[in-house]
């Protein structure tokens, strides 16, 4: 293990001075997320054992069946974050609407918001493969000590001041950024301490693998079938390898560190993709951009994009340069 077994604890408070706003406050929020990022975890890693699978009975406002492990996994998020006090703001895949926290109170000087999907990739749970957890940050927009609002949360992804993601796989990790390159940080689960592991993660410019979930081909746009097909072809370097998880951190977890694309586009059945822009893209992207790779709907940067709603959709195509430029390529071309 490299980084002199340094923890995520001490990496964050040695990193606080570097980043531009360093009043502490990121470095307890993101403390705060370390620490339900284990307690999930412990739950995750029973979830086998005991009988916590399958659906709750409720559905969230997307329509989709809610494990009770998304229940429990948002519930630990929002009680970390609100309890130690560190936000005005959370939205989470989970929640129809933005939570405030004491936001109108004129003493409560928190000006981060977060948005949160607290157990991505859910349906895999049953099935004992990996999830994950994201989370995106920022300032909030309004003036602090005012009710944080609608415009709070709707920010472009190129005003995130933090972003990452947990990965409950074989390991447990955390993989963040602060605008400053990408580090992840492993969790040793005999102490309970996450170390660094990872450090200064980049994407391979060139990759091998790609990543998308071939059973909706017939409905994809001629760009993205036409790439498709590019990745099967032989010649050079080519045919790709295929390999879809199904899990979007683990997929792109795997690409960052071998090499690949990953792809959710818009079809005939879904128009605007599946992926939610502001609690799955945009971190993922701030991610993709920090370790060297790219990210877009195929057109337009995904952090470029204004978002207009809490919970909307966007076509996304994230991971190493050239790979992603190749693709944007074959959508221009089939327009
Ligand atoms: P979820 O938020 O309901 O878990 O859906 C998001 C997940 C991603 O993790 C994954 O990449 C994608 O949905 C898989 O979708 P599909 O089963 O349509 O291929
Ligand atoms: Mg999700």
């Known amino acids: ?3 002199q077994h340094q923890t995520l604890g001490e990496f964050i408070i040695k990193n606080q001075s570097a980043f531009q706003y360093s009043s502490g406050e990121l470095s307890s929020l993101l403390n705060s997320i370390r620490l339900a990022a284990k307690v999930v975890n412990h739950e995750v890693n029973k979830a086998g054992l005991v009988d916590i699978i399958g659906a709750a009975g409720d559905t969230n406002i997307q329509g989709e069946d809610q494990q009770k492990l998304d229940v429990y996994a948002n519930e630990k998020f929002i009680q970390t974050m609100t309890k130690r006090n560190i936000v005005c703001g959370i939205a989470s895949e989970e929640e129809d609407d933005f939570i405030a926290i004491n936001s109108q109170d004129k003493n409560n000087g928190n000006k981060y918001v977060v948005l949160i999907d607290p157990l991505d990739g859910s349906s895999n749970i049953d099935v004992n493969v990996s999830v994950g957890t994201i989370f995106s940050i920022y300032r909030r927009v309004t003036p ?14 190129s005003e ?3 972003a990452g993601y947990v990965v409950y796989g074989t390991s447990t990790m955390i993989v963040y950024t602060t605008g400053a390159g990408v ?10 301490s996450f170390y660094l592991s990872h450090p200064k993660m980049t994407f391979p410019e060139d990759g091998h693998i790609y990543s998308v979930n071939e059973g909706n081909y017939i409905h994809f746009p001629q760009g993205i079938k036409n790439y498709i097909k590019y990745c099967q072809q032989e010649e050079g370097d080519r045919p790709y390898t295929s390999r879809y998880i199904g899990s979007l951190v683990s997929d792109f977890h795997r690409n960052m560190i071998k090499g690949g694309i990953y792809l959710y586009p818009q079809s005939s059945k879904n128009p605007k993709g599946k992926l939610r822009l502001l609690y799955e893209c945009n971190p993922i992207a701030f991610l993709a951009e920090q370790a060297n790779g790219k990210s877009s709907d195929g057109f337009t940067r995904t952090l470029d994009v204004q978002p207009t ?3 909307e959709r966007v076509p996304f ?19």
């Not at 602090?144 to 992804?157: H, Y």
């Not at 580090?183 to 309970?192: E, K, Q, V, W």
């Open 1 to 3: 293990m490299s980084g």
């Open 144 to 157: 602090v000590g005012t009710p944080v609002t609608i415009d709070d949360f709707l920010q472009k992804g």
């Open 160 to 162: 995130q001041v933090a």
């Open 183 to 192: 580090n992840g940080f492993t969790l040793n689960p005999a102490i309970g």
């Open 309 to 311: 709603e809490l919970h």
């Open 317 to 335: 195509i994230c991971g190493s340069k050239n790979m992603v430029e190749k693709a944007e390529e074959f959508m221009r071309n089939a327009k």
